[in-house]
């Protein structure tokens, strides 16, 4: 909704504000206002276009995930680089299902830029060892195969892996 940095400006004019509060005695007052920045840096790291379109995304619903993210205008400029990450892993994952080229660039991309969490770096190490094996390049599936089994510390995409594998050989 808000540029990067104007809601980082908005905390710190809030701030000022619970520090003018505290200084009048209205302590009360003051620590609302230093919980109401906290919102706004919360917001700074994590961009809130792309928190309702991963809501989206949770209910299978991938043309309100598409809407959510076509708000953000001009994502070099709105969002930090983990934020750039996370902007092209959720195109990447409404894309796969249609267009697997434009995906494969989208998850690269995601790669290049950055993803904070392990497990969604796995997620988008196993799309594109997908998209390697649909493409018959079969050395680098298996690379990306093996580097997002070492991701997966939790073992939630086993499963995926071991049936990425078996397709593998029938190759």
């Given at each position: 909704?808000?540029?990067?940095?104007?809601?980082?400006?908005?905390?710190?004019?809030?701030?000022?504000?619970?520090?003018?509060?505290?200084?009048?005695?209205?302590?009360?007052?003051?620590?609302?206002?230093?919980?109401l920045?906290?919102?706004?840096?919360f917001?700074?790291?994590?961009?809130?276009?792309?928190?309702?379109?991963?809501?989206?995304?949770?209910?299978?619903?991938?043309?309100?995930?598409?809407?959510?993210?076509?708000?953000?205008?001009?994502?070099?400029?709105?969002l930090t680089?983990?934020?750039?990450?996370?902007?092209?892993?959720?195109?990447?994952?409404?894309?796969?299902?249609?267009?697997?080229?434009?995906?494969?660039?989208?998850?690269?991309?995601?790669?290049?830029?950055?993803?904070?969490?392990?497990?969604?770096?796995?997620?988008?190490?196993?799309?594109?060892?997908?998209?390697?094996?649909?493409?018959?390049?079969?050395?680098?599936?298996?690379?990306?195969?093996?580097?997002?089994?070492?991701?997966?510390?939790?073992?939630?995409?086993?499963?995926?892996?071991?049936?990425?594998?078996?397709?593998?050989?029938?190759?």
């Amino acid at each position: 909704m808000f540029n990067k940095n104007i809601k980082l400006v908005i905390a710190g004019l809030i701030i000022a504000a619970s520090i003018w509060q505290f200084v009048e005695g209205n302590i009360g007052n003051g620590i609302f206002l230093i919980l109401l920045s906290t919102i706004f840096i919360f917001l700074y790291f994590k961009n809130e276009m792309i928190l309702l379109a991963f809501l989206r995304l949770r209910k299978q619903d991938f043309e309100g995930a598409n809407k959510w993210l076509s708000k953000i205008n001009d994502p070099e400029k709105a969002l930090t680089k983990k934020q750039q990450g996370y902007y092209w892993y959720l195109h990447g994952l409404m894309v796969s299902q249609s267009n697997i080229t434009q995906a494969e660039k989208f998850f690269k991309r995601a790669i290049k830029l950055g993803l904070s969490m392990d497990h969604d770096l796995a997620m988008a190490k196993l799309n594109l060892a997908g998209i390697a094996m649909t493409k018959r390049r079969k050395r680098e599936a298996t690379n990306l195969l093996n580097e997002a089994k070492k991701l997966d510390k939790h073992g939630m995409m086993k499963d995926q892996i071991r049936m990425m594998k078996e397709q593998m050989k029938k190759i």
